[in-house]
């Protein structure tokens, strides 16, 4: 007697299993999804299942970067320590677990960035992983005025938290080209640049700014 078929269960579509549908897409195919309705037919999903957590694939993309950042910041905050670092630490600890985020998911990355020839394109999918970053940097550096006296030795926070994005940017663009084993340069890079930021705001910039430079000229000559 023949046994029936028990109809297979359509996978849950949600927010996350799309994003890691079109990140496997992209490198399985090494080119984006050409529309919302091939994409989604072909991951067993309705357009309006797409559209109902993202308003494009520009949309998505963005989305990818802020999940990197979202989860970096959860993993820093499962370590019971973290609030007890200095301000310095804590931004230490936020760039080296967002860029081991970012080695983990390199090919995509690297791709998602060298796609467009127009650099300003390419950057255009960051827009909500500034806004992240300076809000973090934000908080970091309204801490550390509450701990001045002076009205006088405070720092504007508009100009430091814009800072913090520019080294992301500059961190983001030295490991796309770091070639050395487990991106130890970049990990050196991270060191050297937070510690010369933070000496900056502390109004002591010029060993670190010198010694980061230093680095940044060897590293370059050979």
């Known amino acids: ?8 269960k359509k996978k849950s579509i949600n927010r996350d299993s799309i994003i890691s549908a079109y990140m496997e897409y992209v490198l399985e195919n090494e080119q984006t999804p050409k529309s919302v309705y091939k994409f989604s037919k072909e991951h067993d999903m309705t ?9 494009s694939f520009d949309g998505l993309r963005n989305e990818i970067w802020n999940t990197f950042f979202d989860h970096s910041l959860k993993l820093i905050h499962k370590d019971k320590n973290f609030e007890g670092f200095s301000n310095q ?3 230490l600890t936020f760039f ?6 970012l080695t983990a998911n390199r090919s995509y990355v690297l791709f998602a960035l ?9 950057l255009s999918q960051l827009k909500g992983l500034r806004i992240r970053v300076k809000e973090f940097a934000s908080g970091l550096i ?5 701990e001045k006296n002076l009205k006088i030795l405070k720092q504007p926070v508009s100009v430091f938290s814009e800072g913090a994005w520019l080294q992301t940017l500059f ?7 770091d070639n050395s ?10 060191e050297k640049s937070v510690r010369a930021i933070f000496d900056v705001f502390d109004n002591t910039p010029l060993e670190s700014v010198v010694d980061f430079g230093k680095f940044l000229w060897k590293d370059k000559m050979n």
């Open 114 to 122: 060298k796609e467009n020839k127009d650099m300003m394109k390419s």
């Open 47 to 55: 357009e309006q299942e797409f559209y109902s957590f993202f308003g």
């Open 142 to 146: 309204n801490e550390k005025n509450e």
């Open 89 to 91: 630490e804590k931004m």
């Open 181 to 190: 084993p487990s991106f130890e340069k970049t990990d050196v890079v991270i």
């Open 1 to 8: 007697m023949a046994t029936k078929k028990t109809p297979s």
């Open 171 to 177: 961190i983001l663009k030295y490991w796309m080209e």
């Open 96 to 101: 080296f677990t967002f860029f081991e985020m």
